[in-house]
């Protein structure tokens, strides 16, 4: 059982295009975190949403928490080449462990 | 500051023989985590330990065994390695359950 989906599990788009990729669960999270993992190396983290309804922006990209905090998109605007890699979320469980999403391979075109 | 450490980077096993992961971390975080990542996949978590002597299952711990005798070091144990433990490895930190910070993986593989 994965606890969260990620969709499209695959991206290829042409530099300057729009992109949002989504994050779903049936589980309520206090928080979810977006990564990004470049090839051959370990995820780096982007951001921390933790209030219902919340948006944050970093630079290009735009990341959304569901108001029920099941769910978080992240959109990127006019996507360049150095935005390609692995996208992950993950969310912490009552525990002390993180679960991650399945992943959204984006690959950007020049 | 190194961040987290990991060795080896790649590693080829044969089916049967043992090996040990290391993973050191420098920034005195107290939780430590192992996860692996298959090929198109997520992360899914092997182990975590949230200080030193304390470690606990995380989702996939079966064939694995991990030790935490100081801060800075987790090892991870595969003692009788099998195909299905073919994968990319990742050790990774954080204070309490925040930010985690990841090592650049082991690649390994089990013929």
């Known amino acids: 059982t994965q606890l969260l989906e990620q969709s499209p599990q695959f991206l290829s788009i042409q530099e300057g295009e729009n992109l949002t990729v989504y994050c779903n669960s049936s589980?309520?999270?206090?928080?979810l975190q977006w990564y990004r993992q470049e090839p051959g190396e370990g995820p780096v983290l982007l951001v921390t949403?933790?209030?219902?309804?919340e948006v944050k922006k970093l630079k290009r990209l735009t990341f959304q928490f569901g108001d029920a905090r099941k769910d978080s998109s992240l959109h990127i605007t006019a996507a360049q080449p150095g935005d390609t890699g692995l996208y992950l979320c993950?969310?912490?469980?009552?525990?002390?462990?993180?679960?991650f999403g399945t992943g959204t391979s984006l690959t950007v075109i020049p | 500051n190194a961040g987290v450490t990991q060795t080896p980077k790649f590693r080829i096993l044969k089916i049967g023989q043992s090996m040990t992961l290391q993973c050191t971390q420098d920034?005195?975080?107290?939780?430590m985590y192992w996860y692996r990542q298959d090929p198109g996949m997520g992360l899914k978590l092997i182990y975590y330990?949230?200080?030193?002597?304390?470690?606990d299952k995380g989702e996939v711990p079966n064939g694995y065994n991990v030790s935490r005798s100081t801060t800075e070091d987790f090892p991870l144990r595969l003692e009788l390695a099998a195909p299905s433990q073919t994968s990319v490895y990742f050790c990774?930190?954080?204070?309490?359950?925040?930010?985690?910070?990841f090592g650049p993986g082991t690649r390994l593989t089990v013929l």
């Open positions: 990774a930190s954080s204070y309490v359950s925040g930010t985690q910070y």
């Open positions: 589980s309520v999270f206090s928080s």
């Open positions: 949403v933790v209030t219902g309804g």
């Open positions: 993950a969310g912490p469980n009552t525990g002390n462990q993180f679960y």
């Open positions: 920034m005195n975080h107290n939780y």
């Open positions: 330990s949230v200080g030193a002597g304390i470690t």
